[in-house]
Every structure is written in structure tokens, then in C-alpha cells.
């Protein structure tokens, strides 16, 4: 946006002119170049079993300790090699509008999972501590000296594969040949597949590993090679339907990528679509802003609907418009003609007044631990890993968090922003923080009721960093974490070697029933070096499991039982079929054992509703009919089978009502 011919020549017009510069300069902090296109990239391949790759050699008393910068970019005023570069004056504290006290000292009321120890300490901090869940499998990712780290368990918590060094993998050459973190791993449901990612250890580029069947330990491995303009710093990464969507920190500008996923998935030539925006100019001592791409979680968006980011600015954070913010911005991608690409902002929103974390005397010294006078970083700057994306068909959501200033100490800040009809508005928000104790490094998720859990960090002068949870029902008070908090470890020693922590964490949810969650996060055990945790649990509510095995239809469905008034919500899985998954509302009688369910596919190709009765029958234990004429074929018999049975699911549970 250029604009000529502005001339100041009276003093009288300075006020208007100035208002008139700071409105364009948050205008052209938004605003995108033309797109760019990358590649395409050749495919590599990886085809044996993680299985047989050499196991990555546990970190021994005398290796060396590689305290990592956030990339190889400085940011302005940023700490390097953990220590600080500048001290800062003695913040102050402000008051938090969207204060939530919670319920911190509650007994449990969550129905815990597993509790299993995660990788351990590497010798490279911070561990970026990440992982996902499939329907047999959960993979975590956490930094190493050699770029990144992986390792898979199935989901009993035994260990199929690893714990083992990505770059391993690469078979192709070039720069992905060696690493260097920031790992992202991301579960597909759609096509049932595995992603995982870091950037190299030389230039600019980041390195894609994509699973070629379900199978992540044996199935093999698409390996993908894509060139950035800039340092890909910070990578998140986004499931959407027509790509894999990626953010990037790159100094003074946001990188903002579209992944050709449809031919990542067969292993064909692919391309990438990049646009950038200003990560805006803050205050002295304030870091830049960063911005997530949403990730999918259940039924697909609407037909053709772009992908979303969302980005908060805090007013200390864009000296041109010095404003408490949240950006919504939509990113249109054509492959075919990829200058018709789009990103655009499309809603700001007002948020409750929030403020950074204050540190001091530098800006990563911001959490205090037990008798050490080393402070962790905040990373108070951004919204946290990740920005989940919910379609429930009346209405679309998304929810992040972000660690901001609860009155002196660090509490987290998290919003769900709705959709009906029209743009985006701000649903609820809140701030977590119950007690003293700082409270950061969170990731956040909602199940297919629209339940909350929120995981997180937490520190004080008396508490050693631990990890703990937290979480809310759907019909609950807005903006209140109502569960009480959880401690899946506690801490019991002080981190002194740098106040490197994070940079992130992972909850995400089990897609074979998409209402249990997993979190994986750092804490730190006697000896303070790090180490990590992988739990997973359900929130009240979240119901009992049917899984119907129907002989000429075959899907799985799980029909979770809300506690108000027996009605269901879950989603229909059917594997290899592109229809699904599908959103499944209705109705459970529990006097006469029977569900009356709908099933709507139109998500991904306009296919029409349609109706299953699901229930006893006359000589049947149970059935299912398709009352939609167009689909009608007669009552079939169903049968009520243990979970294991039915497809993609690897729990041993019985189908039964409990």
C-alpha cells in the first residue's frame, strides 16, 4: 500500500496526521505480498522400520549441554545462550479483567488415563516438549543434540520404536540430512497419516516427514524438503482439509506457508504457497509478536472454508498502534492457480485487557523457582501451541491460550472464539491463576461435547516446576475453569542452567473417541536436568463408548452421553471413507437401551443428511436402518462389539454401557 502526495504544512494538522499515521501503520502491519510459490520438491523416501533405525544415546554426566537461542535469528532486545542481555527496570503489575480464581485445591474429579515418563533429558535446552495421538499410537518429539528426537509408544504405554534421532530417516541428501528442532509432530485423522517436522541444521529450510500409511513404526516415510526465503524459526503447523498450514517467526516478519497436503499424501511433487506479514515493531525491551495456524480437530470445516490464524497483539508489542488486540486472518490457497491465493485479515477483536508477563532483569527472567535466584522464561509474548479448530455444524470455534501478568505473577489467559453466521466474536475468556504459584507454557483443547482442558507449567519460590491440569465442562459459568487442578508430576528441584523453558507444550485429543486428551510437557526431577511427562484423562461426561459393527456398512461410532438430559454428540469414523468423520448428534433412551442418532456427512462433498436408528429389534439384540429413502435398504442387523473389534480402535474396552 503506497501512499503518495501527503504533505504536513501546518502545525495545527499534526494530531489528525499522527492518529492518521498510527491507524496505517497497523493497516500495513497486516497487510501480505503477492504469494510466492516454493518448489515444487521431489519426494524422498524412507521405506523400512523405525524398528531397525539405531536407538539415540542417552545424554551422560559429561556430554556437553547446547542451550539452544529461539533459532539462529536474535530478536531485538532478546536474551542469547540464556543469559540476559540487557536488564530491564522493575516492572509493575496490573490488575487482570478476566481474573479466574478456579478451583485449585478441589479433590480430583477427572477419570485419569496413563501417567508414563516421556523422553528424558537430552543435553539441549529447551526441550520443546511435543507430541499426538492416533487411533494404535502416540508419538512425542522433544530437541537433542542432533536436531530432534522421537519416540512412539502404542497406547498402552509401551514403546514400539525409538527413542530415536529424526534425521536418521532422511534418506534424500541435502540440507535435511542433519537437524536442528523445533519438532512438530501432528496426527492426520482425515487420511489416517502422520506428520512429522523440524528445520536443518544448515540454511533455510524446513524438512517434512510424512507417514505413507497408518502405520508410523513399518509404513514408511515421505520425506519432504522445502526452502524458506528466511530462517523458518518457530514452526506450528495446521491439519486443514486442502493443506498442511504453517506459521514461522522470521525477524521482523511472519512467515505464513501452505503445504500441498493431497500430494504430500501420495508422495507426489509438491509445492508450497507462502506469504509473509510484519511481526510489528514493539517497545524496548518487548519481543515480536507470533502467529498460529489453526489445527483441525474432528468433522471437517465447511466445504471450501479457508484456514484460519490467529494472532494477539499486546499493546506494548506494535509502537504504531498500541492496542490490546486479537487478529483473525483467513488463508485462501490455490495450488492450481496459485496467484489467486489470499491471506487477509478478516476480524480484530477486543479482548479484556491483558499485559505481559513482568520480567526482571531480563526479559526471560520472569518465573521464579525454590532456592535459586534463576528465573525460567515466560515466553509471554504469544498465543501457545496450539490454535484448535472445532466445526459442530450450528458452529465453529477456535481456542488458544497465551501466559500473561495475573497481578505479579504469571497466570494464562485463554479464549474460545465462535462462529455462527458472519465473522468471529470472542465466546469466552479467562485467566487462569488460582493461587500464588506462576502458571505458564500452556496448551489447550475441547473435546466433541465442547469440554476444556488446559494444561500447563507451574512454578513458585516454593514450588519446584511441575506439570498440572486443569479443565471446564460445556454448560459450566463462561470464562471459568471449574475442574479442579491436577498435578500429573510434581517438580522436585530448580532449574539453574538457563531460563530456557518450553518453547512449548501438547494437548490434543484421542480421535478414536474425541473426548479423551493427552498432554505431554517438561518438568524438572531431582538432579535438574529435565525430563518429561505423558498423561492422558477424560473429563465428567465424556460417556461411554458404542461401537456397532453393522455387516454391510461397517462404521465405528462412538456416541458420547452428555450429562444433561442423555443426548449425544460424538463423531461417526469410518476408515477410507472420505465422507467421514461426520458429526453424530441424538438421543439415548436408557429405559429400552436405544439411540436414535444422526449422521451428517455433507462436510467434505455436499453429500446430503441422512438418518440411522440405532436399536433393538425384533429377534436382533440390536440393528440399524437408514430411514433416508435415497439410502434405504431394509433393517440390517448390528451388533454391540468390544471396541478392539471395531475399526482403527486399539482399546480393550468393553462396548457396553458403564
Known sequence: ???????????????????????????????????????????????????????????????????????????????????PGKKLPVPGSRTDPALDSGSAEASDAFTPGLNFGGMGFTGVYPPDTVGDVGPSHYIQMVNESGGSRFQIWNKNGVSLAGPTRLSTLWTAGGACAGGAGDP??????????????????????????????SDPVAGGWWLYDFPTPSFPDYPKYGLWPDAYYVSTYEGANLGLYALDRARMLTGAAATAVRFQISSLTPSPGVRETRILPSDLDGPAPPSGAANYYFRSVEASQDTGNPVDRLEVFEF?????????????LVNTLTPANFALVPCSPGIRDCIPQPLTSMKLDALSNRPMHRLQYRNFGDHQTLLTNQTVDAGGRAGIRWYELRKTTGGWSIRQQGTY????????????????????????????????????????MVGDPLGTMTQPEVTVIAGSA???????????????????????????????PAGGSWNTRINSFRLPGCGFGICLKDPSFTPKIWLNVE??????????????NSHFPAIVTGVYDPAVNEANISVDYRQQDGLRFYRIDVGPMAGETWGIRDSDSSYYDGPRAASLVTCSEAPESSEGESGAAK
Not at 515444487?40 to 523405525?50: C, H, M, Q, R, T
Not at 485462501?332 to 487477509?344: I, L
Not at 532449574?495 to 510437557?521: K, N, P
Not at 450429562?563 to 461417526?572: E, T, Y
Open 184 to 213: 512438530i509432530i501432528l496426527y492426520d485423522h482425515l487420511a489416517d497419516r502422520w506428520l512429522m517436522s523440524e528445520f536443518a541444521s544448515t540454511g533455510n529450510h524446513l524438512c517434512i516427514y510424512v507417514s505413507k500409511t
Open 494 to 524: 530448580s532449574q539453574t542452567v538457563t531460563q530456557r523453558w518450553g518453547d512449548y507444550s501438547a494437548m490434543v485429543l484421542d480421535t478414536a473417541r474425541d473426548c479423551e486428551f493427552w498432554y505431554t510437557q517438561q518438568y524438572i
Open 1 to 83: 500500500m503506497k501512499i503518495k502526495g501527503m504533505k504536513l504544512s501546518r502545525g495545527w494538522m499534526l494530531l489528525p496526521a499522527l492518529a492518521f499515521i498510527f491507524a496505517l501503520n497497523s493497516q500495513l502491519g497486516a497487510q501480505v505480498q503477492e504469494p510466492e510459490v516454493i518448489g515444487p520438491v521431489i519426494a524422498g523416501s524412507f521405506d523400512g522400520s523405525l524398528r531397525d533405525l539405531p536407538e539415540a544415546r542417552p545424554w551422560i554426566l559429561g556430554d556437553p549441554i547446547i542451550i539452544r537461542p529461539e533459532g539462529y535469528l536474535p530478536e531485538r532486545d532478546d536474551v542469547r545462550g540464556g543469559k
Open 332 to 344: 485462501h490457497v490455490d495450488f492450481v492457480t496459485p496467484a489467486n491465493s489470499t491471506f487477509t
Open 433 to 472: 491463576s488460582p493461587d500464588s504459584n506462576y502458571r505458564w507454557m500452556g496448551s489447550i483443547a475441547m473435546d466433541a461435547l465442547g469440554n476444556i482442558a488446559l494444561g500447563y507449567s507451574v512454578s513458585s519460590s516454593s514450588v519446584y516446576p511441575s506439570i498440572r491440569y486443569t479443565g471446564r
Open 563 to 576: 450429562l444433561a438430559g442423555m443426548q449425544l454428540r460424538g463423531v461417526a469414523l469410518l476408515p477410507g
